[in-house]
């Protein structure tokens, strides 16, 4: 499943089918069951465009800017491919296959929403939070998390360990960082 958004602008018809045509090609790289979400957005100094690809739990995200439309679409899927590719060889020549799809999906059940409630209302009112994001945690291991965050192309990752506690890995200028929340 193939979901286009254009932000700021309309979208020629055109330029969707040379979208999908292209995540075609990243299909037969993939999984069946992935659906693709692409958001391209106009901004002042030319065109943004994300592709986000999503399996069971499982995230890869292909990011680029460029003063026009064409340009950004080719290299935010060439990042996206890239990413692909990193992300297979890391599991086939670590043999390390299938890690994040199986247990995400295995443990699907065990699965949490992250919610904060009234909180934020409640004791900071002064604070001017712009978004609010609701996740539901994927039980995997800190090795699947870190290649999650990687991925995502964040500095941080909250995740379900395998022994059921709540993480949070992230980058540190040397390595990796992990939270574990009581």
Known sequence: MINITAR???????AKDGIEKELHRIEKMLPENAAFDVTLKKQKDGYECDITVKHFGSFIRGE??????????DEAVDDLKRKIRKLKTY???????????????????????????NFDELYFESVDITRRKSIALNMMTDDEAVVQ?????????????VDGETKVIYKRKSG???????
């Open 149 to 161: 965050m990687e991925m995502l192309g964040h500095s941080f990752f909250v995740y379900l360990g």
């Open 64 to 73: 680029a800017k460029a003063d026009k439309i064409e340009p950004v679409i």
């Open 8 to 14: 700021g602008f309309e979208l020629k018809q055109g």
């Open 91 to 117: 599991f086939v020549d670590k043999k390390r296959k299938g890690g994040i799809d199986e247990i995400a999906d295995a443990m699907n059940d065990l699965s949490e929403e992250v919610t904060m409630d």
């Open 176 to 182: 990796y960082g992990l939270l574990i929340c009581e």
